[in-house]
């Protein structure tokens, strides 16, 4: 069998047995999905939302990209954005980093990289803005450690500049704004940064007319 064919092998299984444990399983899922929460994690491969915060299908709705940024000319992040907001109306949106993270090593250095220069330059301009703090710890680790943190703070103020959950906040008092960074090397979350439905901003962004 394949490595491909595994996968396919795997599913069975896992469907049969699932089926077994609760046999109205996948009727009630087909129906309809209502997660709480809003995942926005990076693709790495050693972070997947579900298993790591012994989740199951549908309790979840899962964005991932590199270095789990959130920027505001993605409309693939703005659209699941808005659709969890608005339409599933979660109650909690993650933003989860994790320690030795490819994308935050990657924009710590001057190395080309092709099209990902642009993406990275994202995470390079927090860099900038922390320079000072970042460069004052001694070792690699800790530098990288350090951005990755205030990389997934930097996207929660994101999140926070939007229309989307400034005017959801205002009329529904949700969702709350979480900041999280996953270690691979002990599988725990650290929690790093929250925001608070109705959270004092920065006015620069805020929208007085929602
Ligand atoms: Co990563």
Redesign the pocket.
């Known amino acids: 069998m394949s490595a491909y064919e595994k996968l396919l092998s795997n599913n069975k299984a896992w469907a049969r047995q699932q089926n077994e444990i609760d046999p109205g399983f996948f009727k009630r899922l087909a129906g309809q999905q209502e997660p709480d929460f809003l995942w926005i994690g990076?693709?790495?491969s050693r972070?997947p939302a579900d298993k790591i915060t012994g989740t199951d299908p549908g309790e979840i709705f899962v964005h991932r990209n590199?270095?789990?940024l959130v920027v505001n000319t993605d409309i693939n992040l703005l659209s699941v954005l808005q659709y969890a907001v608005e339409v599933l109306k979660v109650k909690h949106v993650i933003v989860c980093?994790?320690y030795g993270?490819?994308?935050?090593k990657a924009a710590m250095t001057q190395h080309h990289f092709g099209i990902i220069n642009q993406w990275i330059k994202n995470i390079k301009d927090i860099y900038r803005l922390h320079r000072e703090e970042i460069d004052s710890l001694l070792t690699e680790k800790d530098r990288v450690n350090r951005l990755t943190e205030l990389n997934v703070q930097e996207q929660i103020f994101n999140l926070a500049k939007t229309s989307i959950i400034q005017s959801a906040w205002k009329h529904e008092q949700r969702p709350h704004l979480h900041g999280w960074v996953y270690g691979l090397e002990d599988g725990i979350i650290k929690p790093v940064c929250e925001m608070e439905a109705g959270s004092a901003m920065d006015p620069i962004y805020e929208y007085d007319n929602l």
């Not at 993270?101 to 935050?104: D, K, N, S, T, W």
């Open positions: 990076c693709s790495d972070v590199i270095a789990n980093g994790h993270c490819g994308g935050i």
